[in-house]
Nanobody
Framework: QVQLAESGGGLVQPGGSLRLSCAASGSIISINTMGWYRQAPGKQRELVAMMTTAGSRNYLDSVKGRFTISRDNAKNTVYLQMNSLKPEDTAVYYC???????????????WGQGTQVTVSS
């Protein structure tokens, strides 16, 4: 019903930048939030950044000042601009959306398949 298409991952040197994009499609009635989680090998998945349709943002402490989340509500798309990347940012990054889809009566969370971000020299 709801699909999330991520792009923008890759290999970057420490101090470099990447921009992730994620477009939601399908039978979407309304979107509450969109955001990004990440999971590094051997670690639990953690919330990186989240943004509501109204524009409220929250970030993982370790990425504050380096990462910026933004949205294009008309395109159901969320972006994550990642600057000053560090090796510890290496992880699979997952896009999520909390939305109401056609045929559903409650808001559900949908996940993308993930995109690899590797920070290494």
């Amino acid at each position: 019903q709801v699909q999330l298409a991520e792009s923008g991952g890759g290999l970057v040197q420490p101090g470099g930048s990447l921009r992730l994009s994620c477009a939601a499609s399908g039978s979407i009635i309304s979107i509450n939030t969109m955001g990004w989680y990440r999971q590094a090998p051997g670690k639990q998945r953690e919330l990186v950044a989240m943004m509501t349709t109204a524009g409220s943002r929250n970030y993982l402490d370790s990425v504050k000042g380096r990462f910026t989340i933004s949205r294009d509500n008309a395109k159901n798309t969320v972006y994550l601009q990642m600057n000053s990347l560090k090796p510890e940012d290496t992880a699979v990054y997952y896009c999520i959306t909390d939305c109401l889809a056609s045929g559903r009566y409650i808001v559900n969370r949908y996940w993308g398949q993930g995109t690899q971000v590797t920070v290494s020299s």
